[in-house]
T-cell receptor, first 115, second 114 residues
C-alpha cells in the first residue's frame, strides 16, 4: 500500500513570498491532517479535514495560512505571505476514519526555510 | 497543552530493553494512551495504543498502571534503528463520537548506544 505523499520535500523562500504544499493521502482515507513541526518541538495540528469538510482549524493562522481538500482526496496548504517564524517541517497525515483506533499515517514532510 | 509528561531524553544500550515512561495523571476514563515515534527526518510512526489493559504487538509492549495515571512503553531488544523521539499521547477514540484534538508534547529522545 502506498503511503502518504508530500511535495516538495524542501522549499526555501524569502519572507513575504508565498508557498504551497501538496499532500496525497492513502487511498480511501477519509481524514486528513496538516501539522507544523518547529525544530525541537512535537508536531502541532494546523487543520483537520473529514472528507472535504473542515473538522478543526482552531490553530491555523488564518490571516496567512489556508488549506483546501478538493473532492475529499488531495490537499494543499498555502502560506501567503510567509514570515520567518513559519520555518518548520509541514507534515501531512491521513487516517481511515475520524476516530477509529486513531492511527495516523504520516508523510515525510516538507521542510520550509524562510529567509 | 499536552496532557502527558515525559523525560526529555534517555539512553539505552543496544540489545537491552528500553523502558520509556509517561505520566498522564489527568487522563479520563474514555481516553486511550497512544505512542508514536519519529525517526530523524521522517514523519511520526504509530507504535501502539491501549486503554487499561497491557498491550503487545510486534514493535513494543505498553504497560498501563492500574490507576491509569502513568504508562511505560517497552522496546524489548533495542537496536540502533530504534533511536528516535518517542511521543506519548492521550485522546478519545470513539467511532463516530466526539472529536478530540491530538496534542503532541516534546516527547522523549531515545538514543540507543552500541
Amino acid at each position: 500500500e502506498a503511503g502518504v505523499a508530500q511535495s516538495p520535500r524542501y522549499k526555501i523562500i524569502e519572507k513575504r513570498q508565498s508557498v504551497a504544499f501538496w499532500c496525497n493521502p492513502i487511498s480511501g482515507h477519509a481524514t486528513l491532517y496538516w501539522y507544523q513541526q518547529i525544530l525541537g518541538q512535537g508536531p502541532k495540528l494546523l487543520i483537520q479535514f473529514q472528507n472535504n469538510g473542515v473538522v478543526d482549524d482552531s490553530q491555523l493562522p488564518k490571516d496567512r495560512f489556508s488549506a483546501e481538500r478538493l473532492k475529499g482526496v488531495d490537499s494543499t496548504l498555502k502560506i501567503q505571505p510567509a514570515k520567518l517564524e513559519d520555518s518548520a517541517v509541514y507534515l501531512c497525515a491521513s487516517s481511515p476514519d475520524r476516530d477509529l483506533y486513531n492511527e495516523q499515517f504520516f508523510g515525510p514532510g516538507t521542510r520550509l526555510t524562510v529567509l | 497543552d499536552a496532557k502527558t509528561t515525559q523525560p526529555p531524553s534517555m539512553d539505552c544500550a543496544e540489545g537491552r530493553a528500553a523502558n520509556l515512561p509517561c505520566n498522564h495523571s489527568t487522563i479520563s476514563g474514555n481516553e486511550y494512551v497512544y505512542w508514536y515515534r519519529q525517526i530523524h527526518s521522517q514523519g511520526p510512526q504509530y507504535i501502539i495504543h491501549g486503554l487499561k489493559n497491557n498491550e503487545t504487538n510486534e514493535m513494543a509492549s505498553l504497560i498501563i498502571t492500574e490507576d491509569r495515571k502513568s504508562s511505560t512503553l517497552i522496546l524489548p531488544h533495542a537496536t540502533l534503528r530504534d533511536t528516535a523521539v518517542y511521543y506519548c499521547i492521550v485522546r478519545v477514540s470513539s467511532f463516530g463520537g466526539s472529536y478530540d484534538k491530538v496534542i503532541f508534547g516534546p516527547g522523549t529522545s531515545l538514543s540507543v548506544i552500541p
